[in-house]
């Protein structure tokens, strides 16, 4: 009897620690770290934020009517990009709907008193796929890109990869989350993918 009312008491424990943990985001990488080395499956869901132009992005910006401002441009290191009349236009840190307007309002600036601006990234920050993979390494991203897209990306899975789990490091984080290893599970441009080894 001592001994189930022991067990109940560390449960409980557990369940409300797992509460508390899930309440913010940081609490939430703390608790898959715990759960995902023994073997039980992340409950962490991934949600990737909007993407924001980087270093080395290559944009295509169209100003309608005006085809001597339409063209590709690369986000240079300062992180910002040179334009054909208005010079440098803050880029990097923006998404790509705060880059048009930066670009819009500096055509106001006695250029253009409308501007129709439209921009698209053509060439995002690669991912790189670590650990059980057949061939890990650096490789292109592309739109909605997931984890077992980027999995066949690297010619599949090693025989010792434990497919249930996947370990991501953002391109800005200090340091990798576990997340289910599902078809829901997306890949942002600059992630560092790492898949485990099983537990046999």
Same mark, same amino acid.
């Given at each position: 009897? @001592?001994?189930?009312?022991? &067990? ?8 409300? #620690?797992? =509460?508390?943990?899930? =309440?913010?985001?940081? #609490?939430?990488?703390?608790? /898959? ?5 023994s ?5 962490v869901?991934? =949600?990737?934020?909007?993407? +924001?132009?980087? /270093? &080395? ?15 590709e ?18 880029a ?5 709907g ?20 439209? &921009?698209?990234?053509l060439?995002? +920050?690669?991912?790189?796929?670590l #650990?059980?993979? $057949? $061939? ?8 909605? @890109?997931?984890?077992?897209n /980027?999995?066949?990306? &690297?010619?599949?899975?090693?025989? +010792?990869?434990?497919t +249930? ?10 340091g ?7 078809? /829901? ?10 898949? #485990?080894e099983?537990?046999?």
């Amino acid at each position: 009897m @001592l001994n189930w009312l022991r &067990a109940g008491l560390v449960g409980l424990m557990l369940v409300v #620690g797992a =509460s508390g943990c899930a =309440s913010s985001p940081a #609490g939430a990488e703390s608790l /898959a770290a715990i759960v995902a080395p023994s073997g039980d499956e992340p409950v962490v869901v991934r =949600s990737v934020p909007e993407y +924001r132009l980087g /270093a &080395a992005d290559k944009v295509r910006v169209n100003v309608f009517g005006e085809e001597a401002l339409t063209g590709e441009f690369i986000v240079g290191g300062s992180g910002k990009v040179s334009l054909p009349l208005i010079g440098e236009v803050q880029a990097a840190g923006l998404t790509i709907g705060q880059f048009q307007e930066e670009i819009a309002q500096a055509l106001r600036q006695g250029y253009i008193n409308e501007p129709r601006v439209s &921009a698209e990234v053509l060439n995002y +920050r690669p991912f790189y796929i670590l #650990g059980e993979v $057949k $061939k890990p390494g650096e490789y292109p991203y592309t739109n909605n @890109l997931t984890v077992l897209n /980027a999995v066949a990306t &690297a010619e599949g899975f090693s025989y +010792r990869a434990n497919t +249930r789990v996947v370990y991501i490091k953002r391109a800005d984080g200090v340091g990798e989350q576990a997340f289910p290893l599902t078809t /829901a599970t997306q890949v942002a441009p600059g992630d560092t993918i790492r898949i #485990g080894e099983r537990f046999f």
